[in-house]
Nanobody
Framework: VQLAESGGGRVQAGGSLRLSCAAS????????VGWFRQALGKERDFVAL????????YYADSVKGRFTVSRDTDRNTVYLQMNSLKPDDTAVYYC???????????????????WGRGTQVSVSQ
């Protein structure tokens, strides 16, 4: 499976962006697609995830109420709608796919086996 992110860019604080994560083939089964971000010099942090099969979602506390993750099963695409952006949201955003999710919330990047190349999001004051 290949994943490709798009939709990043530069916005002012309070603005919005919508990121897309397109999968190269139709996903099957109980995959989990997660969004992570990595700021310069920092580790890759969990942002949000969605269960492909039932659409259930989970968010990091730092983005809860501002970001929304959704999926389009016909387009094999996951979206991350980001509103009320803050300078602290500046990072490279990656989507990942956990093709064999185990028990528990899939919030650790090492559990994901497919990754896109990332898209830069920059938020200015």
């Amino acid at each position: 499976v290949q994943l490709a992110e798009s939709g990043g860019g530069r916005v002012q604080a309070g603005g919005s962006l919508r990121l897309s994560c397109a999968a190269s083939r139709r996903t099957l089964g109980h995959y989990v697609v997660g969004w992570f971000r990595q700021a310069l010099g920092k580790e890759r942090d969990f942002v949000a995830l969605i269960n492909w099969s039932d659409g259930n979602t989970y968010y990091a506390d730092s983005v809860k109420g501002r970001f929304t993750v959704s999926r389009d099963t016909d387009r094999n695409t996951v979206y991350l709608q980001m509103n009320s952006l803050k300078p602290d949201d500046t990072a490279v955003y990656y989507c990942g796919m956990d093709s064999a999710p185990g028990a528990g919330l899939r919030t650790k990047s090492e559990w994901y086996d497919y990754w896109g190349r990332g898209t830069q999001v920059s938020v200015s004051q």
